[in-house]
């Protein structure tokens, strides 16, 4: 998932020393946890059942179907980003004495340039699949768009936070590109973005956990993150699995 930010706009968004807590470790020794730390170990049930339904999606009998499906909705999920990261941006920015406001909103109009038409490296690789886009989007598309629209104007925009931290962190693997081509006998020109994925989404999830411990979130906004996060691997889990369904993929 990024309008410009500067390098000194990067700069100020790790200027804040996060919030910590510590709990006792092993023997008498302390552990520091972050707030990062706080939610990836709140994701890790998720985790399994999440690898469950994309094992499912990517079961060779019927793939190159299956693929132009996901293609299809993921088109009209990425189309979503830079909007959302835009209008999070916005809504920082009526916040002009809340520094952390300010650090969340460079941060977002960074990761929206990163993330810029790569709605449109989606249409190639469905053109190149002999396929075009969905004239309708899937409905848990829309959930899951939809839900981070409302959390941004009706909550706090640092919860998208949790969602780009889960569409981030289930990047597909740098060899599943060259397997899913094997099997389906599509070009190579039908999984330029999942290749391109593979490669960047590792260091995006890597900025943006630096980037939330930064913003020093208080309990109440770290619990949106972590509420966002979880309802969108829910929503993704029920994605994939409606998309390796045999009846076209809508429920």
């Not at 973005?193 to 900025?207: F, M, Q, S, V, W």
Request: aromatic content about 4%.
């Amino acid at each position: 998932m990024n309008a410009t930010a500067t390098a000194a706009a990067v700069a100020t968004a790790g200027a804040a020393a996060p919030e910590t807590r510590t709990v006792p470790a092993a023997g008498t020794a302390t552990a520091t946890v972050t707030a990062s730390l706080a939610l990836r170990t709140k994701l890790t049930p998720t985790a399994p059942v999440l690898r469950a339904a994309t094992a499912a999606l990517w079961r060779p009998d019927g793939l190159r179907e299956r693929y132009v499906r996901y293609l299809t909705a993921m088109h009209r999920l990425v189309r979503a980003s830079v909007p959302l990261l835009l209008r999070a941006a916005e809504r920082c920015a009526a916040e002009p004495d809340d520094p952390a406001a300010r650090r969340l909103a460079a941060y977002c109009l960074r990761h929206a340039e990163e993330e810029r038409d790569h709605d449109a490296w989606l249409l190639d690789d469905l053109a190149a699949a002999g396929a075009g886009p969905a004239a309708v989007p899937h409905p848990i598309v829309v959930e899951l768009a939809g839900a981070q629209y409302y959390r941004i104007e009706h909550e706090h925009p640092v919860a998208l936070l949790g969602y780009i931290a889960v569409l981030e962190g289930n990047a597909p693997g740098p060899r599943l590109a060259d397997r899913l081509a094997e099997v389906t006998g599509l070009p190579a020109g039908a999984f330029r973005t999942l290749r391109e994925h593979a490669e960047l989404d590792g260091g995006h999830l890597d900025d943006l956990y630096r980037v939330f411990d930064a913003l020093a979130p208080s309990p109440a906004r770290q619990t949106a993150v972590a509420v966002s996060a979880l309802h969108t691997a829910n929503l993704l889990t029920r994605l994939f699995l409606s998309l390796a369904e045999d009846n076209g993929g809508h429920p």
